[in-house]
């Protein structure tokens, strides 16, 4: 049963746990065939309910349903819910059968002794639909593949082991986050879910209960919401085991060690009063760097908007939204490129500002970056700044409609190393890193660029794509690069979404298409992907994104040519 209060009581709550105290005695019990149905119903509702999830959507959003916008809504909530429920599924169907989720996964040797898994793409409908993507989820050294097949598949490897009470704290800005931080606490680490839906997301409540209806008729799954209260009860409350945030490192250090100055002492001294174990997911600083060699005038244009897509994709309210854009002072095409970047910054569609805070936050960025200058809608975008400044574009993460441009010297292999060490040593956080290169380019460096790749820090790397791309990969993990703390937990401890509950992951390098469709092959990497549905200038990206989870439901060649036909109107 789920609880549908407008605002859960404490007596609700207990009631709640209760529920869920039953049902992890229950869930010891499931078998992993009848697991594999549930993940299978899941998916099924969230394409099922769809259009009503959209809707809630974008009310939170306050954006009309029949806007392109709205293909931000399709794409990045019931799709994403979907296809991971269905990859999860197909990972406890081989355990079931008794194999491993990765025994047809190609492993490929990566820099550093590592082995890196080719997760993406593993149909022909990826190839398709997805042209020119790819995906290789690093290992961290020292794993060897016999190794990493072996323990493939987490706690379900043994079923019957649960693991308590997990409280979920939902995110505020993306609708998919709540049900699949839901989805991982579950089956990787098989424990009972108590979900709290972020305020902002209440009208998120009824969809995300839909969709999550048969692990909570099964008693696993609790859905609730509430304000501060709610969420600090569930915490503190003795039955529950672990805690699972999706935030902001500030709402992170309040759980763990307190609020003020007590709880800024008790961070420095390495002393939380929180006794149990959190996971977390907290954004950061994400940078986009620009190795411009070889680019044309059209590839500038698309670039640029490219980069006002990685800032302005959800308004700005993304923790892996890009806020630094990292290029090299030398080069000849810089001016254009920022007049490209400001032009595609404010041809960007008008949309409210509908996450709290924002305009507090553009008010401190425009405040202390004396070259800010405001934009179309209110955006602020920060150029002329060098790495010897010290921005608070380096080390505050913005979470609105904020970009930053930052010049930094050298050319070649001399400007990847400086990049490098800028955003590895100056930008706060680990979670994602974005690079554009043309692949010639990259070809010429050689070696070179795969130490650069090597030395980033970040959970997930996207080259001539975007790190949202590995958000969306069901199969990858995503969250901060490892090694965080509790006391130093920059982007998050621990990953979420790796649907094929792979442990000892390091990162996600994501590859796309320098071009899109038409001029990739003179690049030497062809793809039929045209301009992406979720660049937020698409005109067809509403229609897009509707097709694709229909086709998610019912994936059949029949259904490819009208989602081609608007991906090309896009």
Same mark, same amino acid.
């Given at each position: ?19 869920? +105290? ?10 992993? =065939? ?21 809707e ?23 799709y ?7 990859a ?9 059968s ?17 082995i ?6 593993? *149909? ?6 997805l042209?020119?993507?790819s995906?290789?989820? @690093?290992?961290k ?16 490897r043994e079923?019957?082991n ?13 609708? =998919? ?7 991982y ?5 098989n424990?009972?879910?108590?979900? +709290? ?17 048969p ?11 509430? &304000? ?8 503190d409350?003795?039955?529950t085991? $672990?805690?699972? %945030?999706?935030? =902001? ?5 309040? %759980? ?11 961070r420095? +001294?390495g002393?939380?009063?929180? !006794? ?18 070889? @680019?044309?005038e ?20 993304n ?6 854009? #990292? ?23 008008? !949309? ?20 800010a ?5 209110? !955006? ?11 921005? !608070? ?7 609105s ?36 290169? $043309?692949?010639?380019y ?16 970040? &959970?997930?790397?996207?080259?001539n794509? @975007? *790190?949202?791309?590995?958000?969306? *990969?069901?199969?990858?993990?995503w &969250? ?9 937990? =920059? ?6 979404h790796?649907?094929?509950? #792979? ?18 092959? %003179? ?10 549905? @979720?660049?937020v ?14 086709? #998610? ?18």
């Amino acid at each position: 049963m789920t609880t549908t209060s407008e605002s859960a009581t404490f007596a609700t709550l207990d009631s709640a746990l209760e529920r869920l +105290k039953e049902g992890e005695r229950r869930w010891a019990t499931v078998p992993l =065939s009848r697991r594999t149905e549930l993940l299978q119903e899941v998916a099924q509702r969230a394409v099922a309910h769809a259009p009503s999830w959209v809707e809630a959507a974008c009310r939170v959003k306050r954006i009309s349903p029949s806007s392109p916008l709205s293909g931000e809504e399709w794409l990045s909530g019931p799709y994403a819910v979907a296809t991971n429920a269905a990859a999860l599924a197909h990972s406890l169907q081989a355990l079931s059968s008794g194999k491993n989720p990765i025994s047809d996964v190609p492993i490929t040797p990566v820099r550093g002794g590592r082995i890196g898994l080719d997760v993406f793409p593993r *149909t022909v409908w990826d190839r398709v639909l997805l042209s020119g993507f790819s995906a290789r989820v @690093w290992l961290k050294p020292g794993v060897s593949a016999e190794q990493a097949r072996s323990t493939a598949g987490l706690a379900q490897r043994e079923p019957t082991n649960t693991q308590g009470i997990s409280v979920v704290l939902g995110a505020g800005n993306i609708t =998919s986050i709540a049900p699949l931080d839901t989805l991982y606490e579950l089956f990787a680490h098989n424990r009972v879910v108590v979900l +709290k839906l972020n305020p902002v997301m209440d009208e998120m409540f009824d969809a995300t209960c839909a969709v999550l209806k048969p692990l909570s008729d099964v008693g696993v799954v609790e859905v609730v919401r509430g &304000g501060v209260d709610v969420g600090a009860y569930l915490v503190d409350h003795a039955d529950t085991t $672990h805690v699972h %945030i999706t935030g =902001s490192a500030a709402s992170h250090d309040a %759980i763990v060690f307190g609020g003020g100055a007590e709880g800024e002492a008790r961070r420095k +001294k390495g002393d939380p009063r929180l !006794r149990k174990s959190i996971t977390s997911e907290l954004g950061g600083v994400s940078p986009a760097i620009v190795v411009p060699d070889g @680019w044309s005038e059209r590839d500038i244009e698309f670039q640029a908007e490219h980069l006002a897509t990685q800032r302005l994709h959800n308004g700005g309210y993304n923790c892996i939204g890009t806020q630094v854009v #990292v290029m090299p002072i030398g080069w000849s095409g810089r001016g254009a490129f920022l007049r490209a970047l400001r032009r595609q910054v404010d041809k960007a569609p008008q !949309r409210p500002a509908y996450y709290p805070g924002s305009d507090d936050r553009i008010a401190d960025a425009n405040q202390h970056h004396p070259t800010a200058k405001t934009c179309e809608n209110g !955006r602020l975008l920060i150029e002329s700044l060098s790495a010897d400044d010290e921005a !608070r574009a380096f080390t505050v993460e913005y979470f609105s409609p904020v970009l930053a441009v930052v010049q930094l010297p050298g050319e070649g292999a001399d400007f990847l190393r400086t990049a490098s060490e800028f955003v590895n040593e100056r930008l706060a956080g680990t979670l994602g890193a974005n690079v554009l290169i $043309h692949p010639r380019y990259r070809r010429k460096l050689g070696q070179a660029f795969d130490v650069f790749l090597e030395s980033l820090r970040y &959970g997930t790397i996207a080259v001539n794509g @975007w *790190t949202g791309v590995g958000y969306l *990969t069901a199969q990858a993990p995503w &969250g901060g690069f490892p090694g965080a703390t509790l006391s130093t937990v =920059s982007s998050g401890i621990g990953v979420v979404h790796n649907a094929l509950l #792979v442990p000892e992951t390091e990162r996600t390098v994501i590859t796309g298409p320098f071009r899109p469709l038409k001029r990739s092959l %003179i690049t030497g990497q062809f793809s039929i992907t045209p301009k992406p549905a @979720w660049f937020v200038t698409n005109r067809q990206a509403h229609h897009v994104g509707r097709k694709l989870v229909a086709f #998610v439901g019912d994936p059949k060649l029949t259904r490819l040519p009208s989602i081609f036909a608007s991906a090309l109107r896009g």
